[in-house]
């Protein structure tokens, strides 16, 4: 009965995307695997039992009473409307859609979701221009983001990563491949806590508090050293570039040369003194806190 259901279901799916769009074809029926495409837009590939898989799965987070919420940002309803439904079906996540770029930052900004999925080629704003001030905001710095676009070439799918986002999934997609990222994004984003108290041989670093002390000598930052401090000691022993600590630190609508994190960085290593060896160039590529 649950099987005929979920059959029943993608009928009923199926009739209204063939409604808004007519391009939409049934390409090729092989036992109780369908696959159906939008030409250069989506593949999905679906079964009664990925379909009762899927929506066993649950990406609950630890501690958490609600399902996480997904902000989904893409311009392409029947897609929009798609992930919304996979996502959704299983009670694994509250979907919020927007179309926009714009709209993405306003949501974004009122009330962090616990992932963005972002499409690109975005109105108004850009899905990349999008990455980088959410990057940029402290509200939502630490907002995992998947990236679900029709650029497919290597060089973009770098670009993607460099910006920021944790994950980068094609057009033509599985919805199935689609829904076991977002959960797996959400379990690393559960256990993986930005720093709050750092404790090293010299350098001890209260984020919450805002206190710094390299011996058990107070020291005093600027708010920007204390930002910088902090971004890298939470992605402590991975290599940041000049330009990922602009965004972060500085923010994304700032004009500033990359020249300013070197003075930065340097006027920080002074003020830390022995734990300020903590803080390595890596020559080419930008910083590293190491422990």
């Keep these: 009965m649950e099987t005929l259901g979920c059959l029943r279901g993608l009928r009923c799916l199926w009739s209204a995307l063939r409604i808004r769009n007519p391009e939409l074809t049934r390409a090729s029926h092989n036992g109780n695997r369908w696959l159906v495409r939008c030409p250069a837009v989506l593949s999905v590939v679906l079964s009664p039992n990925e379909t009762e898989a899927a929506?066993?799965?649950?990406?609950?987070?630890?501690g958490m009473n609600r399902p996480p919420r997904v902000l989904v940002v893409e311009d392409e309803h029947d897609i929009a409307a798609l992930v919304k439904h996979t996502l959704e079906r299983g009670g694994e996540a509250q979907v919020v859609l927007v179309g926009s770029g714009d709209a993405a930052i306003r949501v974004a900004t009122e009330d962090p979701p616990d992932l963005v999925i972002l499409d690109l080629n975005l109105p108004v704003l850009s899905g990349g221009e999008v990455c980088r001030i959410l990057r940029a905001r402290p509200e939502t710095a630490n907002v995992p983001i998947i990236m679900l676009t029709a650029r497919t070439s290597e060089a973009d799918r770098v670009a993607g990563l460099d910006m920021g986002a944790d994950d980068y999934v094609t057009k033509p997609f599985s919805l199935r491949e689609l829904s076991a990222r977002v959960r797996a994004v959400l379990r690393r984003q559960a256990v993986v806590p930005a720093a709050i108290v750092y404790q090293g041989k010299h350098l001890r670093a209260d984020f919450d508090a805002v206190a710094i002390a390299v011996d058990g000598e107070s020291v005093r930052l600027t708010r920007r050293e204390f930002e910088l401090l902090r971004f890298l000691v939470d992605n402590r022993n991975r290599v940041l570039s000049r330009d990922r600590l602009l965004e972060r630190v500085w923010g994304y609508e700032r004009f500033i040369e990359t020249?300013?994190?070197?003075?930065?960085?340097?006027?920080?290593?002074?003020?830390?003194?022995?734990?300020?060896q903590q803080i390595e160039t890596v020559v080419g590529l930008g910083y590293r806190f190491v422990e």
Excluded: F, Q
């Design 259 to 276: 020249r300013s994190v070197d003075v930065h960085v340097g006027r920080l290593r002074a003020k830390l003194g022995v734990a300020g």
């Design 55 to 62: 929506g066993a799965a649950r990406a609950h987070r630890p």
